[in-house]
């Protein structure tokens, strides 16, 4: 997407990471010192602290590093206030930030839409109906923290409540009242992602000044894209929804201290065999040209997405809307039978028991330096460490061999203390700085001082969150454990 558009679209994007860059460095590759390196690591990192949380979890930390400016990703953290449970996603948006900015504000709602009964449909519905009359509100569906450097889009605001209110009321008028959880996560991607569609739809039937503004935005979203991995967890009952190509994965430890990493995010990509006969099978006598150089026709690498509306449109609308904005040249070559793209996601049904320690979403940037072992090793080994974090406490009733055993872990947690009270700031530096002969800060600093039109050619947006769980919570109430069944 061109960068006159994009500026025109987002007046108010943040230049903090720039200004940032150019008061160390000036605008030239140096070396950081070692605070410097810290204070880009901890930029935008957030943590649960004094969050009151629904049971089996225990707390989340949340880091991101930006490669793009502004940065793409985005993640959430919310709790369903109406429907139940919690929402954790990583969004990895391309092509700017615009789509995955709107999913980011609209997505839990959707979420907790897709998941109400029908008693608590109609509560909203009536809710939303006396709002209207006076200074139309939306009903608080979700409770959410942002993170530093988040923002709102005050205009888009109007335009969300607009299209969520005519989910609820299609939500009421279903005759589907199925209890699926997982086709309920399903339903709630794709009504988002066609949402998003109809809004850039529009601006091709309102072109007066008082719109433009709006227009620009709703087409932002539509022509941007992202990838997204959302969890759900609901009591004992984890679902793992995931488009395109972010990571997931849940991490034990048996009885023996033996841990171990689940996958629970399907990776929507050339690679995955499964994925390509869908495509092919849906563009028949397209084999040549529907994925080529590994990319949805030859130009989007995720096979399946969120917005990016430039391979879903039909033809003649399409094009209308990129002469009109001259925008043509995102056109794609071998355009014949939309839509080649889909919002729908892949859902992982996990039931949790004492044994699941942790779980961690993240974007795709993080696993081109790590796999998803690396990247559990790591948060195990901060665990471990994190011990030497806390002070030592001498209760008065301790024996001298009791005192000798927590000094000798406590040492041991030493040698493994970490420079990072944030466990997903911890993987995002060893991502980035680590060698065969441990964390090389020349490495670290290397990478963290490239500049912004540098950066996104070396790597890209990061975004780790890590969550844990209570588990003597899941050990008391887990249905499996009661069973006697494991996960």
Same mark, same amino acid.
């Given at each position: 997407?061109?960068? !006159?558009?994009?500026?025109? /679209?987002?007046?108010?994007l943040?230049?903090q990471? @720039?200004?940032?860059?150019l008061? $160390?460095?000036?605008?030239?590759?140096?070396?950081?010192?070692?605070q410097?390196?810290?204070?880009v690591?901890?930029? @935008?990192?957030a943590?649960?602290?004094? $969050?009151?949380?629904?049971?089996p979890i225990?707390?989340y930390? $949340?880091?991101?590093?930006?490669?793009?400016?502004?940065i793409e990703?985005?993640?959430?953290?919310?709790q +369903?206030?109406?429907a139940?449970?919690?929402?954790?996603?990583?969004? =990895? &948006?391309?092509?700017?930030?615009?789509?995955?900015?709107?999913?980011?504000e609209?997505?839990?709602d959707?979420v907790?839409?897709?998941?109400?009964?029908?008693?608590?449909? =109609?509560?909203? /519905?009536?809710?939303m109906?006396?709002?209207?009359?006076?200074?139309?509100?939306l009903?608080?569906?979700?409770s959410?923290?942002?993170?530093?450097?988040?923002y709102?889009?005050?205009?888009?605001?109007? $335009?969300? %409540?607009?299209? +969520?209110?005519?989910?609820?009321?299609?939500?009421?008028?279903?005759?589907?009242?199925s209890? =699926?959880?997982?086709?309920?996560?399903?339903?709630?991607?794709?009504r988002?992602?066609?949402?998003?569609?109809?809004? &850039?739809?529009?601006?091709?039937?309102e072109?007066?000044?008082?719109?433009?503004?709006?227009?620009l935005?709703?087409?932002?979203?539509?022509?941007?894209?992202?990838?997204?991995?959302?969890?759900?967890?609901?009591?004992?009952d984890? !679902?793992?929804?995931?488009?395109? =190509?972010?990571? /997931?994965?849940?991490?034990?430890r048996?009885?023996?201290d033996?841990?171990?990493?689940?996958? +629970?995010?399907?990776?929507?990509?050339?690679?995955?065999?499964?994925?390509?006969?869908?495509?092919?099978?849906?563009?028949? #006598?397209?084999?040549?040209?529907?994925?080529?150089a590994?990319r949805?026709?030859?130009? %989007?690498?995720?096979?399946?997405?969120?917005?990016?509306?430039?391979y879903?449109?039909?033809?003649?609308?399409?094009?209308?809307?990129?002469?009109?904005?001259?925008?043509?040249?995102?056109?794609?070559?071998?355009?014949?039978?939309?839509?080649y793209?889909?919002?729908?996601?892949d859902?992982?049904?996990?039931? %949790?028991?004492?044994?699941?320690?942790?779980?961690?979403?993240?974007?795709? #940037? +993080?696993?081109?330096?790590?796999?998803? @072992?690396? /990247?559990?090793?790591l948060?195990?080994?901060h665990?471990? &460490?994190?011990?030497?974090?806390?002070?030592f406490?001498v209760t008065?009733?301790?024996?001298?061999?009791?005192?000798n055993?927590?000094?000798?872990k406590?040492?041991?947690a030493q040698?493994?203390?970490?420079?990072?009270?944030?466990?997903?700031?911890?993987?995002? @530096?060893?991502?980035? &700085?680590?060698?065969?002969?441990?964390?090389?800060?020349?490495?670290?600093?290397q990478?963290?001082?490239?500049?912004?039109?540098?950066?996104?050619?070396?790597r890209?947006?990061?975004?780790v969150q890590?969550?844990?769980?209570?588990?003597?919570?899941?050990r008391m109430?887990?249905?499996m454990e009661?069973?006697g069944?494991k996960?």
């Amino acid at each position: 997407m061109s960068s !006159y558009f994009l500026t025109r /679209a987002y007046p108010y994007l943040s230049y903090q990471i @720039r200004s940032f860059h150019l008061q $160390v460095t000036g605008g030239v590759k140096t070396k950081l010192t070692p605070q410097q390196i810290n204070h880009v690591l901890r930029l @935008r990192e957030a943590s649960s602290a004094e $969050v009151e949380l629904p049971p089996p979890i225990k707390s989340y930390e $949340v880091s991101q590093l930006a490669a793009n400016f502004p940065i793409e990703d985005r993640c959430i953290e919310a709790q +369903l206030l109406r429907a139940g449970g919690m929402l954790f996603s990583v969004i =990895d &948006g391309h092509g700017g930030p615009a789509c995955g900015q709107a999913i980011s504000e609209r997505l839990a709602d959707y979420v907790s839409v897709a998941l109400m009964d029908k008693d608590g449909l =109609d509560r909203i /519905a009536r809710e939303m109906d006396a709002s209207a009359q006076s200074n139309f509100q939306l009903p608080q569906l979700v409770s959410r923290r942002l993170h530093p450097g988040d923002y709102l889009v005050s205009g888009q605001r109007t $335009v969300h %409540l607009k299209w +969520l209110k005519n989910y609820v009321i299609d939500r009421l008028n279903s005759k589907d009242d199925s209890s =699926d959880i997982s086709q309920k996560l399903k339903d709630a991607f794709v009504r988002l992602d066609n949402d998003l569609s109809s809004c &850039g739809l529009e601006s091709l039937d309102e072109n007066d000044q008082a719109t433009e503004q709006n227009n620009l935005e709703n087409l932002a979203s539509s022509l941007s894209g992202a990838v997204v991995c959302a969890a759900y967890v609901d009591d004992c009952d984890l !679902y793992v929804a995931s488009t395109g =190509d972010c990571s /997931a994965f849940i991490a034990s430890r048996d009885d023996e201290d033996i841990w171990t990493t689940k996958s +629970l995010a399907a990776q929507h990509t050339h690679e995955n065999k499964s994925e390509m006969e869908r495509i092919l099978k849906d563009h028949p #006598g397209e084999e040549a040209t529907v994925v080529t150089a590994e990319r949805l026709l030859g130009q %989007l690498y995720p096979l399946r997405a969120f917005g990016d509306c430039q391979y879903k449109w039909p033809v003649a609308k399409l094009k209308a809307i990129l002469k009109n904005y001259q925008l043509m040249h995102l056109f794609p070559n071998g355009y014949a039978t939309p839509p080649y793209l889909t919002a729908e996601p892949d859902v992982v049904h996990h039931r %949790l028991i004492g044994h699941n320690k942790f779980m961690m979403l993240s974007s795709d #940037g +993080l696993f081109d330096f790590l796999d998803e @072992r690396s /990247a559990g090793e790591l948060v195990i080994e901060h665990m471990s &460490g994190r011990r030497a974090l806390q002070p030592f406490v001498v209760t008065p009733h301790s024996t001298l061999a009791e005192l000798n055993v927590r000094l000798k872990k406590r040492s041991v947690a030493q040698s493994k203390k970490p420079d990072d009270s944030n466990v997903a700031t911890h993987v995002i @530096r060893h991502a980035l &700085g680590s060698t065969v002969e441990g964390l090389d800060v020349k490495k670290l600093s290397q990478a963290l001082s490239a500049s912004v039109e540098e950066a996104r050619y070396q790597r890209d947006d990061m975004t780790v969150q890590v969550v844990f769980f209570d588990t003597d919570y899941l050990r008391m109430f887990s249905p499996m454990e009661s069973s006697g069944k494991k996960s």
